[in-house]
């Protein structure tokens, strides 16, 4: 996606990964791989959604005004819910040694 280090450099995309699988009136599936070191990019979600951890590693995410939002280890498989109320807008860095890949199913309704 990009390794941009300005916070909140451009507006939040809707864009939540790096290529889209699938989308339909009901969910919409990201693939988002990044490499060590690469940002996602602030984007925003509007919806709740859950990811899986492919491979597993260690994320890092802050919010959109530029804080810390949590860094932490996954493992693969590893599934995580996020419930949206309004948007939630932040930027997914890969802090790990490897490579990092996620699933992410955005619930549309």
Known sequence: MN??????A???SGQV??????????VRVWDLRLAPGERAGFHRHSHDYFFVAIGG?????????????YETEMDD??????EIEGEDVHDAINVG?????????????
């Open 3 to 8: 390794n941009d280090d300005g916070v909140g």
């Open 10 to 12: 451009s507006a939040p």
């Open 17 to 26: 990964g790096t290529e889209l699988l699938f989308e339909n009136d009901r």
């Open 57 to 69: 590693g260690r994320l890092k995410s802050v919010r959109g005004d530029g804080s810390d939002w």
């Open 77 to 82: 498989g590893e599934v995580h819910f996020r």
């Open 97 to 109: 040694e490897k490579a990092w890949r996620n699933i992410v199913v955005e619930l549309k309704r």
